[in-house]
């Protein structure tokens, strides 16, 4: 089939729309024609270079990580099936969820499918059946990877069964793509990864597509004070009407106030969902952690990075915790169609979340918007 899609040549760059031939499906396989696909700050990283891959993984790999396609938070409708397909048909629709779970193993099978094993292929760009490309430049046939397993910039894909959420008929496909990545991503880094429980105050440090589903999160969990922490003002307005009781725009802002409406005591959670996680503030979020409190990361940091301020006299002395969280610790074939029900229900907000819906042609766009801070999420409707 040919396609186009928005491919990303090397870091520092803009995002190129180049004509792809596709593959038919391989064994385990769907074609998907999507719907939309969300703009997540995590494609970024691929520009900036973050999540570039050491060149001597590479080396391993015995292929280069770009070009690749980007994006990761998608939805759609099945066109064809591979051979071996059991559990999806023409016609189906399906969200697709950045992180794969096959349902057997140790992961999948004991309830934290975030953490499946076809994980270790997310920025590895090619497909989990033998590392394989089933994407190719139209002009030379060169082989071209994925983002996530995914690569939903583009009208179509093709992708391993495992990504693959079947959803409900009366599922609208292009609200589904958010649960992709950054609804439940959020939602689940309140619910699973921080365990927010009625009555406590949680500070989100970070209001992109995650901190804002964080903060929905922290709602259906029944806590008292939601503290948005966020530069800009269009930020921090929105983080009050998804239900933020305080929105301040630094933590220092953040320090002074939790103290306050705590008395003292401090937040029994904190979120970090900034654009990158960087290790320097870590200390500054860990001082809004109230004894035996927890502070979630959930931004994503340089590959390269290993350095973090932190009080280890605090961690140990007030029984502090340092967690980290993938898919904010979501089960994507429970919570997937359970947020997509709560959507339906009225208890979910999806439609508030796109701020901007974009062509595949003007992702650059979309991407400098989020970085001017002006997009909750950005979508690219097909
Ligand atoms: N762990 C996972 O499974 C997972 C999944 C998806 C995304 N992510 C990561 O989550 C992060 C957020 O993604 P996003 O799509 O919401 O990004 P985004 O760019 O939409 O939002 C980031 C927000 O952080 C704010 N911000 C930046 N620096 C800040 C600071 N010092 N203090 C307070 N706020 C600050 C920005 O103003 C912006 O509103 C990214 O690092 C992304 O890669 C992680
Ligand atoms: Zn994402
Ligand atoms: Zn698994």
């Given amino acids: 089939m040919d396609t ?10 803009p995002w190129e729309i180049e004509e792809i031939t596709l593959d038919d499906p391989g064994p385990g396989e769907v074609t998907v024609e999507l719907a939309a696909s969300g703009l997540c700050h995590s494609d970024e990283h691929l520009v900036t270079g973050d999540m570039r891959m050491p060149d001597d993984m590479q080396e391993l790999l015995g292929f280069p990580q770009y070009p690749i396609i980007g994006g990761h938070e998608g939805a759609g409708t099945v066109v064809e099936v591979g051979p071996g397909v059991t559990s999806l048909a023409v016609g189906d629709n399906v969200a697709l969820s950045f992180i794969p779970s096959c349902g057997r193993c140790p992961s999948c099978s004991t309830g934290k499918q975030s953490l499946c094993d076809l994980g270790q292929f997310l920025i590895v760009g090619r497909q989990i059946a033998g590392l394989t490309a089933r994407h190719h430049l139209a002009k030379d046939g060169t082989d071209i990877g994925i983002m996530c397993c995914l690569g939903t910039f583009a009208p179509h894909t093709v992708v391993n069964e495992a990504s693959c959420i079947k959803l409900e008929d009366d599922i609208p496909t292009d609200k589904a793509a958010l649960v ?5 991503t959020g939602w689940g880094t309140s619910v699973y990864r921080a365990q927010v429980q009625p009555g406590e105050t949680v500070v989100i440090v970070g209001i992109g597509g995650i901190g804002i589903n964080a903060i929905q999160g922290a709602v259906m969990c ?27 725009s630094d933590l220092e802002e953040a320090f002074a106030l939790v103290g306050e409406i705590t008395w003292g005591a401090m937040a029994e959670k904190a979120i970090i969902t900034t654009g990158v996680a960087e290790g320097s503030m870590i200390a500054s979020v860990m001082a809004l952690v109230s004894k035996g409190g927890r502070c979630v990361v959930t931004s994503v940091a340089d590959i390269a990075a290993t350095e973090v301020t932190l009080s280890l006299f605090e961690l140990t002395l007030m029984q502090k915790e340092l967690v980290g ?30 701020t901007t819906e974009y062509k595949l042609e003007d992702v650059n766009q979309g991407y400098q918007d989020m970085r001017d801070g002006k997009n909750l999420r950005g979508l690219i409707r097909y």
Wanted: glycine share 12%; aromatic share 6%; hydrophobic share 45%.
């Fill in 222 to 248: 029944g806590a008292r004070h939601i503290v948005a922490v966020d530069p800009v003002q269009f930020k921090r307005d929105s983080a009050l009407q998804f239900g933020a009781t305080h929105a301040v």
């Fill in 325 to 354: 969280g993938i898919f904010g610790g979501a089960n994507a074939r429970r919570d997937i169609p359970r947020l997509m029900r709560l959507y339906k229900e009225g208890k979910l907000k999806l439609d508030e979340l796109v």
């Fill in 180 to 184: 992709g990545c950054g609804v439940t």
């Fill in 4 to 13: 186009k899609a928005a491919v990303l040549w090397k870091t520092h760059s």
